[in-house]
């Protein structure tokens, strides 16, 4: 079907508004698909968030929704705020009402309108990732579990992961003694925020759609009321996510939402989060998708880089399928190189950037992406000795640093004086007398009777008394002092009466977590303002119908109202619970919500590091992939699986989508990791890479077992790239794109490769994973599908290949 006859009589007119005047063809389809279910591909770079945006204002400019009939979800607050902006930009509308935000913002504002239904007090508070693993650690305490047999983290994973399948303790299978004790730790867990009034990040999505299951008239109305939803980056959505969205679209009815889902199957990297990237096609079947558009056009990379990342996902067998093109012609070669050790790696990309500089680049437009977070230490070194100004992306964010959350937590404990993760973490924060011994004491009592700390303090005597039972107080006075008070004076209150400003200021480095404490004042104004609560305000009434109506915001659209009397009957089917929500505690979820968020730092002209995770969503002129090794990259976990594989290589493309003009691909022969030198095949994804992109600038030799080891330059030894240089290794030209000369490659004398599949005579058949080194050294990695990974020295092994 060709994109044009998706449209015909008064549909083709609305083609003609100035809205969809700059976009593409492909865009252009997207924006103007009829009221059905559609999937729209959207490669890395083509433009999803302004097709997104403009779907939305077109579809307000057209008359086919109002403002509070349409939803979409976003997977990060900084996307949800871009989309507000832009489309304020198109349309002279109040966006703020509008249902647009993440999973968990959405989920929040749900239930803060059905909070009674939900079972939830109207105040309740949202704990943040570091807020829950302080919670299980409690618990746990308590009940004197074994925190080595059983690490809280991973109880938290266990807790989380179950929420995020849709399952309560009840219905999980106990199949052995430890999943039977962590599903135990989950009951009591789920009981603790139960009584203590807060909810975790699983809990928001869970809740959510338990309601929207259980209460038909809820479900009913929220599906008539929402005609159109779009989501962003589909292939991220989880099991519970996408049940969640098939519930408010009515999926399965007569009469299902026009849903508009957006991602790209290609840069599902988030497995091991819960991601499933078969929703995609799970969608496109259970919602009888016939419309799917692929938006290829890229608007970041020349097609060297294009070519690379295209050819590398083509290996990759369960894809959707869709191939990068840009008008922006080749631009520079990829340049790949082969270092004999990771400290010639560090020093010829310090090299690089040097290089970068003088011709003029920023360099904040670098990044250096590696697969393991260990990997930055070397190239850490190497920045600063070379005195060259770096930054670590996805270090603490704001919300995240400790004297913001004491601060936070004192202004918790003032919404919910039940809150006793909160209050565990200030009652001796600033120091004022109350010993680990005094907590104990308060925890016994508290358990025994049944009640929250702060109203326990009174079965504690003695002098540990005294302090609990003072603390409590200046909570009550705090309380009390800003009962009426605007949020800016609540929290400034509180940072002057908890004694937090006074404590740093005795500090030798307090000042900066004083500013930072000041700042919490400037993001409480800044969240004011944008909310619209107005300076003065103490409450705001919860929005259960989501919006304001178009006439209410002086817009026509030219949309038939909902008359008052049906309104009235909506209202009255999904019993809302008319409670106000203060900006305190508007703030206090806002603040959760955002700590969630990874968030660039701003800040000097620097070199960025991260993790190729943590570079989704991000571009920049110049980009290293580093450690390009087997075992390394692709990760050892995913060698022996087939899926695994797969999202190693989408983790790959993704790295590679994100340079604009300059990539830089490397690998050494030898690392020092984890306190062990490893002896390194380079990637299998350099023989997935087009070779007419790439240029070699040192030789591609077969490793240690290479007739050219020992050849080796020493560090420092790799000029810049665009230099033109005569060595060892062969000669190689970065003005022309000439490659070197390779070195031949000696044949393995043990005979085998990766891949292979050997018999063992005890361990039986397995799989080649890694090999190292030769000689009476070589030795391989193989995985064993009844014994596990293995090491086996060649020399001693009796490896025979199996078929070959």
Known sequence: MSLDSLFDG????????????????????????????????????????RVLTTRIAWLLQTGQVSPGGLMAVTFTNK?????????????????????????????????????????????????????????????????????????????????????????????????????????????????????????DFGELMLRSYELMRDNAALREHYQRRFRHILVDEFQDTNKLQYAWLKLFAGQGTAHPASVLAVGDDDQSIYAFRGARVGNMSDFVREFGVEHQIKLEQNYRSHSNILDSANELISNNRHRLGKNLRTDAGPGEPVRVLEAARD?????????????????????????????????SRLIETALFNAAIPYRVYGGLRFFERAEIKHALAYLRLIENPRDDTSFLRVVNFPPRGIGARSIEQLQDAARGNGLPLSEAVGQVGGKAGANLSAFVAKIDV????????????????????????????????????????????????????????GRDA??????????????????DFGLPMVAPDERVEQMQAISPDGETLSPLAAFLTHAALESGDNQAQAGQD?????????????????????????????????????DGLEEERRLMYVAITRARKRLYLSHAQTRLLHGQTRYNVKSRFF???????????????????????????????????????????????AMTGAGPVPAQKAAPSHG?????????????????????????????????????????????????????
């Open 538 to 555: 103490v409450a705001m009434p919860v929005d259960e119908l989501g919006g304001q109506s178009p006439a209410s915001q002086g817009v």
């Open 687 to 733: 023989d997935e890479l087009p070779e007419s992109a790439l240029k070699w600038i040192s030789p591609r030799n077969g490793g240690f077992g290479s007739s050219m080891a020992g050849k080796v330059p020493q560090s420092g030894a790799y000029a810049p790239s665009s230099v033109r240089r005569n060595g060892d290794f062969g000669t190689y030209d």
């Open 10 to 49: 008064p549909a083709a007119d609305a083609l003609q508004s100035p809205l969809l005047a700059t976009l593409n063809d492909e865009q252009r389809a997207a924006v103007s698909l009829p009221a059905v279910p559609a999937l729209i591909l959207a490669g890395a770079g083509s433009g999803k968030t």
């Open 606 to 642: 620097a070199v960025q590091l991260m993790t190729v995770h943590a570079s989704k969503g991000l571009e920049f002129d110049v980009v290293f992939i580093t450690g390009l090794e087997e075992g390394l990259f692709p990760h050892e976990n995913s060698l022996s699986d087939f």
């Open 752 to 804: 085998l490769r990766l891949g292979m599949q050997v018999f063992h005579t005890k361990f039986g058949e397995g799989t080649v994973l890694t090999l190292e080194g030769s000689g009476a050294d070589a030795r391989a990695q193989i995985n064993f599908p009844r014994h596990g990974v293995k090491w086996l020295a060649l020399s001693v092994a009796k490896l025979t290949p199996v078929n070959g």
């Open 343 to 375: 400290l010639d790696e560090s020093q010829w990309l310090v090299d690089e950037i040097r290089h970068h500089v003088r011709e003029g680049g920023s360099r904040s437009e670098v990044a250096v992406l590696y697969r393991s977070n260990a990997q």
């Open 478 to 533: 705090l309380r009390e002092r800003t009962q009426n008070a605007t949020l800016r004076e609540t929290i400034e209150a509180v940072l002057d009466l908890s004694g937090l400003m006074d404590h740093y200021r005795e500090e030798r480095e307090g000042a900066d977590r004083i500013e930072n404490l000041q700042e919490l004042i400037n993001a409480a104004e800044s969240f004011v303002t944008q909310e619209g609560f």
């Open 79 to 199: 996307a949800a705020k871009e989309m507000l902006t832009r489309l304020s930009a198109m349309l002279p509308i109040q966006v703020r009402g509008m249902w647009i935000g993440t999973f968990h913002g959405l989920c929040n504002r749900f239930l803060r309108a059905h909070a009674k239904l939900a079972g939830l007090p109207a105040t309740f508070q949202i704990l943040d990732t570091q807020d829950q693993l302080s919670a299980i650690k409690r618990l746990m305490k308590q009940h004197n579990v074994d925190d080595e047999r059983y690490p809280p983290k991973q109880v938290m994973w266990f807790i989380s992961g179950a929420k995020e399948n849709g399952e309560r303790p009840g219905s999980l299978d106990a199949r052995d003694a430890d999943t039977r004790k962590k599903i135990e730790l989950y009951q009591l867990y789920q009981d603790q925020c139960e009584r203590e009034g807060v909810v």
